[in-house]
C-alpha cells in the first residue's frame, strides 16, 4: 500500500468475487441507490455491488454508465462519511477497471471529488485523494487536466 493511501483502501484493492446475476445485480443496485431511503449499509451494499461489476462485468455497466456515475456523484455528496468515501472509491474502481471508458464522465466526477478533497475531514480528503489519483492514471491525459482546470476554476 502506498503510504498516500488511507488505510481503509487496502480492501479497495482486493479483487471482489464476480456476481452470479449482474444484470439483476444493477437493476437492485439502481433501486439501492435511487430509494428515498437513507439507509446507508443499502447504500454501502449498491456501491460495493457497482466495484463489483467494475471489476468482473464491465460489459453490464457500459450502456448505463452515465446513469451509473450520476448516481455514484450523488452519492459522493452525501453528507455521511462511510457512504461518501464508498462511493468515492467505486470510481477509484471504475476508473482503473473501465479506464478511457471513463472519459466521457471524468468531468463530471473530477468536479465532485475536487470538492470533497478541499473538505476539512482527511478521512473524505484521502478518499477523494485516492479516487483522483486513479483518475489521473488512467483516463486521457487531455480530458483529465480539461476536468482538473474546470472543476478547480468552479
Known amino acids: 500500500m502506498a503510504a498516500s493511501e488511507p488505510k ?19 437493476t437492485k443496485t439502481f433501486k439501492l441507490l435511487h430509494s428515498a431511503s437513507d439507509d446507508w ?3 454501502i451494499e449498491g456501491l ?8 468482473n462485468h464491465m460489459d453490464i455497466l457500459m450502456p448505463k454508465l452515465h446513469d451509473i456515475c450520476l448516481a455514484i456523484i450523488n452519492e459522493v455528496k452525501k453528507l ?14 471504475m476508473y482503473v477497471h ?29 478518499g477523494a485523494n485516492f479516487a483522483l489519483g486513479h483518475m489521473v492514471q488512467s483516463c486521457t491525459p487531455t480530458r483529465v487536466m480539461n476536468a482538473l482546470l474546470v472543476g478547480g476554476l468552479r
Do not use: W, Y
Request: net charge positive.
Open 98 to 126: 473501465l479506464q478511457r471508458a471513463m472519459d466521457c464522465e471524468v468531468e463530471g466526477t473530477a468536479r465532485v471529488l475536487l470538492h470533497k478533497a478541499s473538505e476539512a475531514n482527511a478521512f473524505i480528503r484521502q
Open 41 to 43: 449499509e443499502k447504500k
Open 80 to 93: 455521511r462519511s462511510a457512504v461518501s468515501c464508498a462511493a468515492m472509491a467505486t470510481l477509484g474502481d
Open 48 to 55: 460495493t455491488s457497482l466495484r463489483v461489476m467494475a471489476q
Open 8 to 26: 481503509g483502501q487496502i480492501k479497495n484493492q482486493a479483487r471482489l468475487q464476480p456476481l452470479s446475476n449482474p444484470e439483476q445485480a444493477l
